[in-house]
């Protein structure tokens, strides 16, 4: 199973991109990577999953290595309401289980 | 976009006593739905996978006969925390797979015993 790494907490800038990043080494190679972000008592958010490619919607781009070993979520204007735990999730092969791992905390100061 | 619905919110009970919690997948249907909890400021736990028709399966050091879990129909199920104790106190956790890719969280349900 892919475990994911990302740093624990991050600060941004009103305004400015956050990027946040997330190791995944072990992912294999049929293995998507799915981006949810949870605001304080909420249930987390769908934001972006990708395979090998960039991806971009309206929420955030996702970044993804060549050797797909690690991707980064860019939020390209960040906003006080973005604060908030984002988790980066590699589903195991054939099973559609989410294991969360301990996300990064962003906060977003004005 | 999919809509997974929780309910209650809230809720406060004796120690004891049950609390049933239900998910609800308001315009889609969902063969599978799954279960977690959270402490605070702790991520999210999974505790089973809920499968319509049939027995949910468990993780690992998740009591099965604590926590009940029905998935009777292709948009409902509901977890039963039974007698519950303050070390139950949690914050639960829905999802499902929607028609679109990923998974559709509920809203959360605030647990407390008291």
């Known amino acids: 199973d892919a475990k994911t790494t990302q740093p624990p907490s991050m600060d941004c800038a009103e305004g400015r991109a956050a990027n946040l990043p997330c190791n995944h080494s072990?992912?294999?190679?049929?293995?998507?990577v799915y981006w949810y972000r949870q605001i304080h008592s909420q249930g987390p958010q769908y934001i972006i999953h990708?395979?090998?490619n960039n991806e971009t919607n309206e929420m955030a781009s996702l970044i993804i290595t060549e050797d797909r070993k690690s991707s980064t979520l860019i939020l390209p204007h960040a906003t006080l309401r973005d604060t908030a735990v984002y988790y980066c999730i590699v589903p195991p092969t054939g099973t559609y289980k989410y294991i969360f791992g301990t996300g990064t905390r962003l906060k977003v100061l004005a | 976009g999919a809509v997974v619905s929780q309910h209650p919110s809230r809720v406060i009970c004796k120690s004891g006593t049950s609390v049933k919690i239900e998910c609800r997948s308001l315009d889609f249907q969902a063969t599978t739905m799954f279960w977690y909890r959270q402490f605070p400021k702790k991520s999210l736990m999974l505790m089973a996978t809920?499968?319509?028709?049939?027995?949910?399966?468990?993780e690992q050091g998740v009591e099965k006969d604590k926590f009940l879990i029905n998935h009777a129909s292709l948009t409902l199920s509901t977890l039963t925390v039974t007698s519950a104790h303050p070390e139950d106190s949690s914050f639960y956790i829905c999802?499902?797979?929607?028609?679109?890719?990923?998974?559709?969280f509920g809203s959360g349900t605030r647990l407390t015993v008291v």
């Open positions: 990708g395979l090998k």
């Open positions: 999802s499902a797979r929607g028609p679109d890719a990923g998974y559709t």
């Open positions: 809920s499968n319509e028709g049939s027995k949910a399966t468990y």
């Open positions: 072990t992912i294999s190679g049929n293995e998507y």
